[in-house]
Nanobody, 120 residues
Framework: LVELVESGGGSVQAGGSLRLSCKASGYTDCSTDRSWYRQAPGKEREFVSHIDSDGRTTYVDSVKGRFTISQDNAKNTVYLQMNSLKPEDTALYYC??????????????WGQGTQVTVSS
């Protein structure tokens, strides 16, 4: 069994910071080409950020300049540093990759999510 495990969520006040981690767990490593998504109550899951195997990054406009995605290949972990948090960032944050070991999954490997709550 291979899975992604997110951690680092919590409750903060607006303007605060959190760093989320996404680590592969299981008998093989997963690609550090990964994405972060989030889903707020009553809303669709939305893309937040992506980092590819060469370290190139993309962000949804609403988090540009506030969030930074990074990867540590030695630890097989991807991070999402979130600064200047706003109440509208409140959501369950998920990590996704499409490749673990030799197995490509078009629908992606997903973690269980980590909750981020930002109060005003």
């Amino acid at each position: 069994l291979v899975e992604l495990v997110e951690s680092g969520g919590g409750s903060v006040q607006a303007g605060g910071s959190l760093r989320l981690s996404c680590k592969a767990s299981g008998y093989t490593d997963c690609s550090t080409d990964r994405s972060w998504y989030r889903q707020a109550p009553g809303k669709e899951r939305e893309f937040v950020s992506h980092i590819d195997s060469d370290g190139r990054t993309t962000y949804v406009d609403s988090v540009k300049g506030r969030f930074t995605i990074s990867q540590d290949n030695a630890k097989n972990t991807v991070y999402l540093q979130m600064n200047s948090l706003k109440p509208e960032d409140t959501a369950l944050y998920y990590c996704r990759t499409n490749l673990c070991g030799l197995w490509y999954r078009a629908g992606g490997y997903w973690g269980q999510g980590t909750q981020v709550t930002v109060s005003s």
